[in-house]
């Protein structure tokens, strides 16, 4: 070691050999030569004109090198790893959440018509002009009596469409949260709703067409007139897109790698 690299404290005094254990530096005092100086060592050494780093703190008091991890290769593991949330399974849930919603909040309002029935003299308050006030007027009128026909049809179907929007919305957060029997409840759901919603609108037409000349009568009254025709189109396209998500909401909750998400880690290695 050339004394231009040693320590400040090093300088100025003879010291015999220097010999490192555990990265404690051990030297041997030349003056008396019976007293040993260990020193954490610092700074690198010099072998001729080859530097050598300092060793890790760890190493240079004494403790064995860390392991280096190790990562596991079990098929418990694999599976795990393999058992990602598919993009399509988390929209079918999303999207069942909103169908559900939706379908709770409808089959309810139908419910309270049917409660408290609307009181049409009610329904012209706040129209200046007297002929569109009696119109709408009219319109409730006929929109209430066509309701309160097909009350055989429509109550039963808007207590199907409460229950199972509140059963849909309530199986889709235990979907969301990984439940393995909520996957299987959630696709019969989704279809019993369809089908729940196709039928209300074969079965109450004339209800859905006096509510159709309600809304063309209100916005007559507020200088905005849309055509009937336009509304019923409307309609029919809303009812298209309710038909189409649940098919796809089913078809993602179906699929392969959806199915093996909810199955257990054991299981779903031995399907592969």
Sequence with gaps: MRRGSQPDYVRGRSYG???TVAGLVMERDA???D??????????MRFGRHAVAPLPLRLRLGFPPRAAPVLSTSPEHMAAIERKRPWYLVLSLLAALAFGA?????????????????????????????????????????YVHALDAARAQGWPLSIAKLLLGGATLFFAMRAMAGSRGARAALVQLVIAQAAVAAASHWLLRDVDDAELRWIEAQQAAGHER???????????????????????IVLGLTRRRSRDFFEPAPAAVGEQ
Excluded: C, K
């Excluded at 007293?35 to 690198?44: A, C, D, G, N, W």
């Excluded at 336009?230 to 796809?248: E, F, I, K, T, V």
């Design 17 to 19: 050999p220097i010999v």
């Design 31 to 33: 003056d008396t030569q």
């Design 35 to 44: 007293h040993v100086i260990l020193r954490p060592f610092l700074l690198p």
């Design 102 to 142: 939706n379908g709770a909040r409808s089959g309810w309002a139908t419910v309270m018509l049917y409660h408290e029935p609307i009181d049409p003299s009610m329904a012209g308050h706040g129209i200046a002009d007297e002929a569109d006030r009696a119109a709408v007027v009219a319109r409730v009128e006929a």
């Design 226 to 248: 849309v055509p009937e025709e336009m509304l019923r189109s409307a309609a029919l396209a809303a009812l298209a897109l309710q038909m189409l998500g649940s098919g796809l």
